[in-house]
């Protein structure tokens, strides 16, 4: 199973359930892996709340490349309508609701 299919189990039982039910077991439930497979991709339910901040992150930055604007500002804001037209503020709203920490919603370095 890839990492990308295990997060999209985690946001969808976090948008179904809520932060209280984000388990490494209730996702590897919801995924259809064992949580022995889920480990071996995050070894914690931080490890794992982290991989969907990095993967919004990520994907907040792709939507900024798309803009056609000739200041960060002005693609800063496009982005942001782009994201609450597509529904993907939703995401960020149910991730950070799972990060009972505020130090997993800080991207971790990169080298």
Request: neutral net charge; hydrophobic residues 45%; glycine residues 6%.
């Amino acid at each position: 199973m890839r990492r990308d299919e295990l997060l999209d189990a985690a946001e969808s039982l976090l948008a179904d359930q809520g932060a209280h039910a984000l388990t490494l077991a209730a996702v590897a439930e919801r995924a259809g892996v064992s949580k022995g497979g889920l480990l071996y991709h995050f070894n914690s339910k931080d490890a794992l709340v982290r991989a969907m901040v990095e993967r919004l992150i990520a994907d907040f930055d792709d939507l900024m490349a798309t803009q056609d604007h000739d200041t960060y500002t002005k693609r800063y804001v496009a982005a942001t309508f782009a994201a609450v037209r597509s529904g993907r503020l939703r995401r960020w709203a149910v991730v950070t609701g799972a990060a009972g920490d505020p130090t997993l919603l800080a991207p971790s370095a990169r080298p």
